[in-house]
């Protein structure tokens, strides 16, 4: 990935949701679905806050209208300011 955030901002993709269980059962498109606002961190800016407090491959929540998406060869990614971040999932 190249792309590198500034400031107080993180880079996070989506997260998979898991199409088939740890028994092999084939999950439906419907029971698969992730919360949208769910993500995985993949870098982290360089400022105070962000750098204290998220680490790449924490999975956060953030705010529906707090991202901005770009693409960096096939992959989607989105950059989050660090105040639209709501959460850290343990």
Excluded: C, Q, W
């Amino acid at each position: 990935m190249s792309i590198k955030p500034i400031g107080e901002r993180v880079v996070v993709k989506a997260i998979k949701a898991e199409e088939k269980t740890s028994g092999g059962i084939i999950l439906t498109a419907s029971s698969t679905k992730v919360n949208p606002n769910t993500v995985e961190v993949v870098a982290v800016g360089l400022g105070e806050k962000v750098a204290k407090e998220i680490k790449i491959g924490d999975k956060i929540i953030y705010t529906g209208y707090g991202a901005t998406k770009v693409h960096d060869g096939n992959e989607e990614f989105m950059i989050i300011d660090f105040e639209n971040i709501l959460g850290i999932i343990d």
